[in-house]
């Protein structure tokens, strides 16, 4: 019984690589594809705020898992991917509609240009093994063939991939604004 107790107390320490998640739009549809280096019996969000009107997962609302042997459910205050079987399968999918509504304390989901463009809050697609453990910064790659994406001030045709804490990226059919020192995207429908 001892022997079991510590083996699971040093699976639950050891290191566990972040995940791979690529993120695509195609038109209106919009999917994030997480790739597990190793097995997990869940994945928490690093950022599982509740939205503001509602007090309720918006992230349970409006994504949708689109593989067998795994859920997304709201555990302990947390949005989490839960196995149904002894581990999350190594690849998960997920349908999204990107959320607009507005968080308690922390970043909206997503901003709607009036042009179709969207601004995409990154930090919200970071999972974590659930627990005490640090909040990982996952590898994200975003899709958008035939788009432009503006990320950090850089423009980018079709994909880029980021390695860095959450930030906002745009996607759609950008014309932004450049000098040598900005790059800036103004929304037409904004008061003058």
Same mark, same amino acid.
């Given at each position: 019984?001892?022997?079991?107790?510590?083996?699971?107390?040093?699976?639950?320490?050891?290191?566990?690589?972040?995940?791979? =998640?690529?993120?695509?739009?195609?038109?209106?549809?919009?999917?994030?594809?997480?790739?597990?280096?190793?097995?997990?019996?869940?994945?928490?969000?690093?950022?599982?705020?509740?939205?503001?009107?509602?007090?309720?997962?918006?992230?349970?609302?409006?994504?949708?898992?689109?593989?067998?042997?795994?859920?997304?459910?709201?555990?302990?205050?947390?949005?989490?991917?839960?196995?149904?079987?002894?581990?999350?399968?190594? @690849?998960?999918?997920?349908?999204?509609?990107?959320?607009?509504? =507005?968080?308690?304390?922390?970043?909206?989901?997503?901003?709607?240009?009036?042009?179709? @463009?969207?601004?995409?809050?990154?930090?919200?697609?970071?999972?974590?093994?659930?627990?005490?453990?640090?909040?990982?910064?996952?590898?994200? @790659?975003?899709?958008?063939?035939?788009? @432009?994406?503006?990320?950090?001030?850089?423009?980018?045709?079709?994909?880029?991939?980021?390695?860095?804490?959450?930030?906002?990226?745009?996607?759609?059919?950008?014309?932004?604004?450049?000098?040598?020192?900005?790059?800036?995207?103004?929304?037409?429908?904004?008061?003058?």
């Amino acid at each position: 019984m001892l022997t079991s107790l510590l083996a699971a107390a040093a699976l639950a320490t050891r290191p566990v690589p972040a995940p791979d =998640v690529t993120v695509t739009r195609e038109g209106e549809t919009w999917l994030a594809t997480y790739e597990f280096q190793a097995p997990q019996k869940a994945w928490a969000f690093n950022r599982s705020a509740l939205d503001r009107a509602t007090n309720e997962s918006w992230r349970v609302g409006s994504w949708a898992v689109l593989d067998d042997g795994v859920e997304l459910r709201r555990v302990d205050g947390q949005d989490v991917l839960v196995a149904t079987g002894r581990a999350v399968p190594r @690849t998960v999918r997920l349908r999204f509609t990107p959320h607009r509504g =507005v968080l308690n304390a922390d970043y909206q989901p997503a901003l709607k240009f009036t042009d179709g @463009t969207l601004a995409l809050f990154t930090g919200h697609f970071d999972l974590k093994p659930p627990g005490p453990r640090p909040a990982f910064i996952n590898n994200l @790659t975003l899709r958008a063939p035939g788009e @432009t994406i503006l990320v950090n001030g850089r423009l980018h045709e079709d994909e880029v991939t980021l390695t860095e804490q959450g930030t906002y990226a745009l996607i759609g059919d950008i014309e932004p604004i450049e000098t040598p020192h900005l790059v800036a995207i103004l929304d037409s429908a904004l008061p003058y």
